[in-house]
């Protein structure tokens, strides 16, 4: 079994940052690929980023210049640092993690993390 586990939400000002942690535990030697996804009531969810063990990105376009993605491999962990956070941000962020790529970018990766809400106030 795999399971992951976000950490580092909370409430934060517009204009502020926070990082985000997703750490992996269990078997997982096949996860070759993980992912950020958010989620608000009246929105589907929606990925944020991507990476593969070949460092291989995937950002979606209206984040990429706020968001980056990077991964620890020592500590299994994998990181979204977000800069400039706007009220419109506010969500609960999700993990995914798979052994394609492919598969975590369409949201259809094996496994989920629990979620970590963001809520940022203006």
């Known amino acids: 079994q795999v399971q992951l586990v976000e950490s580092g939400g909370g409430l934060v000002q517009a204009g502020g940052s926070l990082r985000l942690s997703c750490t992996a535990s269990g078997s997982i030697l096949g996860i070759n690929a993980m992912g950020w996804f958010r989620q608000t009531p009246g929105k589907p969810r929606e990925l944020l980023a991507a990476?593969?063990?070949?460092?291989?990105?995937i950002y979606y376009e209206l984040v990429k210049d706020r968001f980056t993605i990077s991964r620890d491999n020592a500590k299994s962990t994998v990181y979204l640092q977000m800069n400039s956070l706007k009220a419109e941000d506010t969500a609960v962020y999700y993990c995914?993690?798979?052994?394609?790529?492919?598969?975590?970018?369409?949201?259809?990766?094996?496994?989920w993390g629990q979620g970590t809400l963001v809520t940022v106030s203006s």
């Open positions: 995914n993690a798979d052994p394609s790529l492919t598969r975590v970018r369409t949201g259809n990766g094996n496994y």
């Open positions: 990476i593969n063990s070949r460092n291989i990105t």
